[in-house]
């Protein structure tokens, strides 16, 4: 494992090359592999080959510096598509703000340590304006604490419909949820508005597993940063960063389904 690891790492290319199936180990270059969407290393030091492309729709809005950056494996573009439909028939009208993913091959993408093997996503926050009216923003705002948007305009941190984004991740079965990185004054105001509320309080400790700050980086105070685990079958070819082995919650369907289980027996 540490010498296939280092053989890939070994071979991390500068920022765009085209990648090809003979840079991968010889297990890798044959069927079933020769057709998949590989995610390849480390988020921050890896690669992809055969990345879907996201693209924008009536629930899903691409921050337009963000649209050659929009490749990552097939289970977190699909994810992000799903989640914005879900978002949109919940709350008519929402349109889901996505930042960058990956590069077509993947490799080190400019103002980001990670985004490198097609398994995160930057996302933007929902927005009210100070009525507490829902609006679509086109870029990534910052917030403060009492969820006021540092630009000055007025607009809120839509406590509602980030919840429901983050319970959906929670619960989607078929991409597998590694963390949701923001920043810790967000995620206190997440869990609170969720833990006031009975219909979302089952998912609370779930989520609190899943959201995080990370220690070195940016706080993330104007964009969820989504990442998913390793493919399945490709845990050989994929790798977790020491911290993120080290600090690894329980797969979110297995976390979720546990949680669920536990609000059932409790309920009277
Ligand atoms: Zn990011």
């Not at 419909?161 to 990185?181: C, G, I, P, S, T």
């Not at 960063?241 to 536990?262: H, L, M, N, Q, W």
Request: aromatic share 8%; with cysteine; hydrophobic share 35%.
């Amino acid at each position: 494992m540490i010498s296939l690891l280092a053989l890939l790492l070994c071979s991390r290319a500068s920022d765009a090359r085209q990648r090809t199936d003979q840079e991968l180990p010889e297990k890798y270059r044959k069927s079933p592999y020769a057709l998949m969407s590989l995610s390849v290393g480390l988020p921050n030091a890896g690669w992809q080959l055969r990345a879907k492309k996201l693209s924008a729709s009536p629930q899903l809005w691409i921050q337009d510096k963000s649209r050659p950056y929009t490749y990552g494996h097939p289970s977190l573009v699909l994810m992000l598509h799903r989640t914005a439909k879900q978002i949109a028939r919940q709350s008519p009208g929402s349109v889901l703000l996505v930042g960058d993913l990956s590069r077509e091959y993947g490799g080190p993408l400019s103002g980001h340590k990670s985004h490198q093997s097609g398994r995160d996503a930057d996302v933007g926050f929902f927005v009210t304006d100070a009525k507490g009216r829902p609006q679509n923003a086109r870029r990534l705002l910052t917030f403060d604490a009492a969820g006021r948007a540092r630009d000055g305009s007025g607009l809120r941190f839509d406590d509602y419909r980030n919840w429901l984004l983050v319970q959906l991740w929670l619960k989607d079965h078929r991409a597998q949820l590694e963390h949701v990185f923001v920043a810790s004054h967000l995620r206190r105001r997440l869990l609170d508005f969720a833990r006031a509320r009975p219909a979302f309080r089952r998912y609370v400790d779930a989520a609190a597993q899943f959201l995080r700050q990370p220690t070195n980086g940016l706080p993330h105070d104007d964009h969820f940063h989504v990442r998913i685990a390793c493919p399945e079958r490709q845990q050989e070819l994929c790798a977790d960063t020491p911290r993120a082995r080290k600090s690894k919650p329980r797969s979110s369907t297995e976390k979720v389904a546990v949680d669920e289980a536990g609000a059932a027996r409790r309920r009277p």
